[in-house]
């Protein structure tokens, strides 16, 4: 059963427009949700994180939106710059976790169209 | 963010010969580090979790004795492909996490292991 689910392969967005990338959870545990960008052959980068005290979590173009009701969290690029294009997952982990990884998404290709 | 070096970045070897990558973290102490394998195309593969000291623990259906694990210091994890068949060539990926409750994984480099 996967708990953590990116229901979107891929996702092509103009350039200088918002990305929106999605995530949905079942494990209602979980309190910290981590977003990685990873381009072919390379290691995934971290890219933001979000607390389940909070709703949103800004840096820069990326911000990280959390409804826990729902169990959603969303990633959104804004402006889309080409060099955006990379593949992302999310990844979520529940307190007091001590060595266990992190729970990771299949991820969303993310196209990036100048 | 923190760094996490992995070395060498690609290395090719022939059938049954052994491979070691190592992962370092440069600039914390990891209590615990990872290792990934990721097929093309496909997702990433958890094969086990490192934790200084101590044995590691593997996901089920990887052989511990193919990939042996040794996470000999905070700062070192290795990695061991024993006896190398084609099949085994992938991109390996190591991760490491600071510290009990430091949640966020730091992922190396990648290694390419072509095996002929």
């Known amino acids: 059963d996967q708990q953590v689910k990116q229901n979107s392969p891929s996702l092509s967005v103009q350039e200088g427009r918002i990305s929106i990338l999605n995530c949905d959870y079942t494990?209602?545990?979980?309190?910290?949700f981590l977003w990685y960008k990873k381009y072919p052959a390379e290691g995934p980068t971290f890219l933001i994180s979000?607390?389940?005290?909070?709703d949103k979590n800004e840096d820069g173009r990326f911000t990280v939106f959390l409804n826990k009701s729902a169990k959603h969290l969303s990633l959104h690029i804004v402006p889309s710059q080409p060099g955006d294009s990379a593949v992302y997952f999310c990844?979520?982990?529940?307190?007091?976790?001590?060595?266990?990884?992190?729970?990771f998404g299949k991820g969303t290709r993310l196209s990036v169209i100048a | 963010g923190a760094v996490v070096s992995q070395h060498p970045s690609r290395v090719i070897c022939k059938s049954g010969t052994s491979v070691k990558i190592e992962c370092r973290s440069l600039?914390?102490?990891?209590?615990?580090m990872f290792w990934y394998r990721q097929f093309p195309k496909k997702s990433l593969m958890l094969m086990a979790t490192?934790?200084?000291?101590?044995?590691?623990?593997?996901e089920q259906g990887v052989e511990k004795d193919k990939f042996l694990i040794n996470h000999a210091s905070l700062t070192l994890s290795t990695l061991t492909v024993t006896s190398a068949h084609p099949e085994d060539s992938s991109f390996y990926i190591c991760?490491?996490?600071?510290?009990?409750?430091?949640?966020?994984?730091?992922f190396g480099p990648g290694t390419r292991l072509l095996v002929l």
């Open positions: 991760s490491a996490r600071q510290g009990r409750g430091q949640e966020t994984q730091y």
């Open positions: 494990n209602s545990m979980f309190d910290y």
């Open positions: 979000i607390s389940s005290i909070k």
């Open positions: 990844a979520a982990s529940q307190p007091n976790s001590g060595n266990t990884p992190l729970v």
């Open positions: 600039d914390f102490q990891a209590t615990t």
């Open positions: 490192s934790n200084e000291g101590s044995k590691a623990t593997y």
